[in-house]
């Protein structure tokens, strides 16, 4: 299994610097437009001192996309230590999620966009990471209690779709006009657990919901 290299303490934070801008680079230019020299002109370190930490470009994407995983679970599971109640877990868990990847939109754009440009055996290695981090996930929905009036959910679908609601926010969110990372994470958290209809009664959404007759509905486009 690919890992990262081993590298004194004092590298830490020089590592860490350099996968910061590596992902701004690959998240600006994509990852075949990037270039090694274009992220030692950004970090200021030397293409040798580059090599200390990474042999190609393949492992600096492998790198950047394991220190993601690795930084999100580690923070989760801190978080998650000593609480109970399954919706606290989920919100904590949606809190993580969001105070993360809006302090690192570059290094979300790289996990959305840069997933299978990663070759093996890295691609491997993520994928089971990710598969950690998605269990955990589904672990947390698997707790939920559901109310026993509503509808058979795919468990599946359910966390996946959450997971889309929380990753396409580094593609609308403008930190001058929208809610920071705890009050975005509680209204995601309130739309997976009680839909935006919820204190509607059944006879109203329908009622509310009627499709547009065609002329209406180009209209409303």
């Known amino acids: 299994m ?11 934070a020089k590592l860490r610097r350099i996968l910061r801008h590596a992902a701004h680079i690959f998240a600006e230019q994509g990852f075949e437009g990037a270039s090694i020299r274009d992220i030692s002109r950004a970090t200021g370190v030397s293409l040798s001192g580059l090599y200390y930490y990474f042999e190609s470009k393949q492992k600096l994407l492998f790198l950047i996309q394991h220190e993601v995983f690795a930084s999100v679970l580690r923070r989760l599971q801190e978080r998650l230590s000593g609480i109970d109640a399954p919706e ?6 949606i ?10 939109p570059a290094e979300m754009k790289v996990l959305a966009h840069e997933e299978d440009a990663l070759e093996e055996p890295y691609r491997k290695d993520v994928a089971a990471i990710r598969r950690r981090y998605y269990n955990l996930a589904r672990e947390i929905f698997d707790a939920l209690p559901l109310r026993d009036s509503a509808p058979a959910i795919n468990p599946r679908v359910a966390v996946l779709s959450l997971y889309g609601m929380m990753n396409w926010v580094y593609k609308w969110h403008k930190p001058e006009v929208d809610p920071g990372a705890r009050e975005l994470a509680e209204s995601v958290a309130r739309i997976f657990l009680h839909g935006v209809t919820d204190s509607l009664d059944e006879t109203k959404i329908n009622r509310t919901f009627q499709p547009l ?3 209406r509905a180009g209209a409303a486009d």
């Open 2 to 12: 690919p890992a990262r290299p081993s590298i004194p303490r004092t590298s830490e």
């Open 213 to 215: 007759p065609l002329d």
């Open 95 to 104: 809190q993580n999620h969001m105070e993360y990847f809006l302090s690192h």
């Open 88 to 93: 606290e877990r989920l919100r904590a868990f």
